[in-house]
């Protein structure tokens, strides 16, 4: 498997497409499929809060509408690309979300403009995610 840059630039590049007028805090999110497809999303604000998404929900959906088989439905690498003087993570829901479809292993790469800053296990970023089959 390739290191996480191509996950980073394609992050920057989907950050570089972001919605958000009202927060100015641009998302860009790219995930790695296991069969090693990539798919990227971005924050998209609504002036109707709470109804924009997140750039996670967003590369999900594209996840989900291009799968072929079942391995393009497993999250195995996420880059989240921001700007904050912290290393950015999911929100909670997207933390969820991405539990749904990746595995305790996923690793999830925090990023800025200058490169990724920090990195977690999903499993250490939602240690006792909801599942319905307990």
């Given at each position: 498997m390739?290191?996480?840059?191509?996950?980073?630039r394609a992050a920057l590049a989907a950050r570089?497409?972001?919605?958000?007028?009202?927060?100015?805090?641009?998302?860009?999110v790219a995930l790695r499929t296991a069969s090693g497809a990539i798919f990227a999303?971005?924050?998209i604000e609504n002036q109707s809060f709470p109804e924009g998404w997140c750039a996670e929900t967003t590369a999900i959906g594209h996840?989900?509408?291009?799968?072929?088989?079942?391995?393009?439905?497993?999250?195995?690498?996420v880059v989240v690309a921001g700007e904050l003087s912290v290393p950015l993570?999911?929100?909670g829901g997207c933390r969820q979300r991405l539990a749904e479809f990746g595995r305790p292993d996923t690793v999830v790469?925090?990023?800025?403009?200058e490169g990724i800053r920090a990195?977690?296990?999903?499993?250490?970023?939602?240690?006792a995610g909801f599942a319905l089959d307990g």
């Open positions: 390739t290191g996480p840059e191509d996950l980073f570089a497409k972001a919605y958000a007028p009202f927060s100015n805090f641009a998302v860009g999303g971005a924050n996840m989900i509408m291009a799968a072929k088989t079942p391995e393009d439905r497993v999250i195995v690498e993570t999911p929100c790469h925090s990023a800025n403009a990195s977690w296990t999903l499993a250490e970023l939602l240690p």
